[in-house]
């Protein structure tokens, strides 16, 4: 049985081994297009946390544990799964890059930059900004694209024999997966222009934008894919919502304060974006007058030194900071109390504790 820490080596080949064939399948067409799905390639094979394909592992193996069941037969399944949430991870990114205006990303130019930078260099016509976001986005449609062939098994420019079946239970819950992530990204974006600033409305886009394709949604579709049972379903993704919310509390913090060294992001740059975090939400509310309207001003703009220095002080004596770590303890308190009532293995449970701990207390 594949345990937790082989899980990202095996999502890892089976990522490569579907875009060996990607690769076949682009370079078809052009190499202006097989070039693009290089880039693509090095995007989703270089880093990454693996959080998502860790959590479809944790609820199978919770499922499985339950209820005594083989592995063999759901064990590759639940591994092709895990690798093409990846892929759905990856269209988030490269869009939420654009949507955010970020050039860096794990310390890199971000996908549309690389692009940008390369129209440039090549000396072509045209707005070499546009066209940089342009392949972008279609990289970001082709991730998911690509992400749905590798969940149901096939792979690109192969004709193969048919793959084994993703479960009508597990296959629903992708399909609410996706449409999730892209509302919750909507949310984001039009909490940013309509400048809503309650917690409330950041906390609705951290529970479609993150927590349910993060960290709930991979519980339960793990679970359908080794047949578990609806009740062992339900707990995990009540589990799961609360660490997803502790997963985007803990990024709304790395993005205000954390180290670029270890983010991969230039510090700070969620306030460049104007992002609406509960972060911000709790110093506007907490903060007299004239300091939330400073912060305010600051929001959604390039910063000096000086200027980021004073938006982290409003958040920081408003008291937004220590509230906002309170919270991911008393997420993470909630779920590992529920961990312990879940009827399950003592590996299944260690192995799942293990996994809460990492996402609510990880520092990239």
């Given at each position: 049985?594949?345990?937790?820490?082989?899980?990202?080596?095996?999502?890892?080949?089976?990522?490569?081994?579907?875009?060996?064939?990607?690769?076949?399948?682009?370079?078809?067409?052009?190499?202006?297009?097989?070039?693009?799905?290089?880039?693509?390639?090095?995007?989703?094979?270089?880093?990454?946390?693996?959080?998502?394909?860790?959590?479809?592992?944790?609820?199978?193996?919770?499922?499985?544990?339950?209820?005594?069941?083989?592995?063999?037969?759901?064990?590759?399944?639940?591994?092709?799964?895990?690798?093409?949430?990846?892929?759905?991870?990856?269209?988030?990114?490269?869009?939420?890059?654009?949507?955010?205006?970020?050039?860096?990303?794990?310390?890199?130019?971000?996908?549309?930059?690389?692009?940008?930078?390369?129209?440039?260099?090549?000396?072509?016509?045209?707005?070499?900004?546009?066209?940089?976001?342009?392949?972008?986005?279609?990289?970001?449609?082709?991730?998911?694209?690509?992400?749905?062939?590798?969940?149901?098994?096939?792979?690109?420019?192969?004709?193969?024999?048919?793959?084994?079946?993703?479960?009508?239970?597990?296959?629903?819950?992708?399909?609410?997966?996706?449409?999730?992530?892209?509302?919750?990204?909507?949310?984001?974006?039009?909490?940013?222009?309509?400048?809503?600033?309650?917690?409330?409305?950041?906390?609705?886009?951290?529970?479609?934008?993150?927590?349910?394709?993060?960290?709930?949604?991979?519980?339960?579709?793990?679970?359908?894919?080794?047949?578990?049972?609806?009740?062992?379903?339900?707990?995990?993704?009540?589990?799961?919502?609360?660490?997803?919310?502790?997963?985007?509390?803990?990024?709304?913090?790395?993005?205000?304060?954390?180290?670029?060294?270890?983010?991969?992001?230039?510090?700070?740059?969620?306030?460049?974006?104007?992002k609406r975090t509960v972060i911000v939400a709790l110093a506007?509310?907490?903060?007299?007058?004239?300091?939330?309207?400073?912060?305010?001003?600051?929001?959604?703009?390039?910063?000096?030194?000086?200027?980021?220095?004073?938006?982290?002080?409003i958040l920081a004596d408003s008291g937004?900071?220590?509230?906002?770590?309170?919270?991911?303890?008393?997420?993470?308190?909630?779920?590992?109390?529920?961990?312990?009532?879940?009827?399950?293995?003592?590996?299944?449970?260690?192995?799942?504790?293990?996994?809460?701990?990492?996402?609510?207390?990880?520092?990239?």
């Amino acid at each position: 049985m594949l345990s937790q820490q082989q899980v990202p080596g095996a999502v890892e080949a089976a990522l490569r081994d579907f875009f060996r064939a990607g690769r076949a399948a682009l370079d078809q067409i052009s190499p202006v297009v097989a070039q693009a799905g290089r880039e693509l390639e090095d995007f989703v094979l270089d880093g990454g946390k693996r959080i998502r394909p860790l959590c479809v592992h944790a609820g199978w193996q919770c499922a499985v544990s339950a209820a005594g069941r083989p592995t063999k037969d759901t064990e590759s399944l639940m591994v092709r799964t895990g690798a093409a949430i990846e892929l759905i991870q990856a269209c988030a990114l490269v869009h939420d890059d654009i949507l955010d205006r970020s050039d860096t990303r794990r310390g890199n130019p971000t996908v549309h930059r690389r692009f940008q930078a390369q129209h440039e260099r090549l000396g072509w016509g045209g707005d070499a900004a546009h066209h940089g976001k342009s392949v972008a986005i279609l990289l970001g449609d082709l991730a998911l694209s690509w992400a749905d062939d590798l969940v149901h098994g096939f792979r690109p420019g192969l004709d193969l024999p048919a793959p084994p079946v993703l479960p009508v239970a597990a296959a629903a819950l992708w399909s609410r997966m996706r449409t999730e992530v892209l509302a919750g990204q909507l949310l984001d974006i039009t909490n940013e222009v309509s400048a809503d600033e309650t917690a409330d409305a950041a906390y609705r886009v951290m529970e479609f934008k993150t927590a349910a394709y993060t960290v709930a949604r991979p519980l339960q579709i793990g679970v359908a894919l080794a047949g578990g049972s609806p009740e062992l379903s339900t707990a995990l993704g009540r589990i799961g919502v609360g660490l997803g919310l502790a997963f985007q509390l803990r990024d709304d913090l790395l993005g205000v304060v954390g180290d670029p060294a270890q983010t991969g992001k230039p510090s700070g740059d969620d306030l460049v974006a104007g992002k609406r975090t509960v972060i911000v939400a709790l110093a506007l509310a907490n903060s007299a007058p004239p300091a939330a309207d400073r912060l305010r001003g600051l929001l959604g703009r390039n910063l000096s030194a000086t200027e980021l220095a004073d938006a982290r002080a409003i958040l920081a004596d408003s008291g937004a900071l220590a509230a906002v770590e309170e919270q991911i303890t008393g997420h993470l308190t909630t779920a590992l109390d529920e961990i312990d009532d879940l009827d399950i293995s003592a590996a299944a449970r260690a192995d799942l504790t293990a996994l809460a701990h990492r996402i609510a207390d990880r520092q990239a």
